[in-house]
């Protein structure tokens, strides 16, 4: 948490039962607006970030929002990309960043300029938040 508060100083989080829980807020450029994120993470199991707000939204032509998983987390990275020894602070929060940036691109393309795979599509339930 300590890493992740010099990073970000208005993060604020707790470590519980060997859970991080942490809210922060980004803005990927200075003309981007502000997204709050929830990491959660236990060790030795990836990551999960979530944008907790604003809901992000869809581009009008599609169905599903681009590389998030199943259950809404965002796709940060490949498998085996991120290990568990690597710090949240050098890794998923620039990550969530640039993620935050191709999603902006997205919204105004309609078509992904980040890297990655393609995931299967989320229920609906999941596609907005």
């Known amino acids: 948490m300590a890493a992740i508060k010099g990073a970000i100083p208005g993060a604020h989080g707790t470590v519980r039962g060997g859970e991080l829980v942490c809210t922060l807020t980004l803005q990927p450029t200075p003309v981007s607006r502000n997204y709050t994120v929830r990491i959660v993470y236990r060790h030795r199991r990836r990551p999960r970030v979530t944008v907790t707000d604003p809901p992000l939204a869809l581009h009008p032509d ?68």
């Open 62 to 129: 599609a169905t599903a929002l681009p590389h998030v998983y199943p259950d809404g987390d965002l796709c940060l990275h490949l498998p085996g990309e991120w290990r568990e020894h690597m710090f949240l602070s050098e890794t998923i929060l620039p990550w969530t960043s640039a993620w935050l940036l191709h999603y902006e691109l997205w919204l105004v393309l309609g078509r992904w300029t980040g890297s990655g795979n393609e995931h299967a599509v989320p229920s609906l339930a999941n596609r907005i938040r």
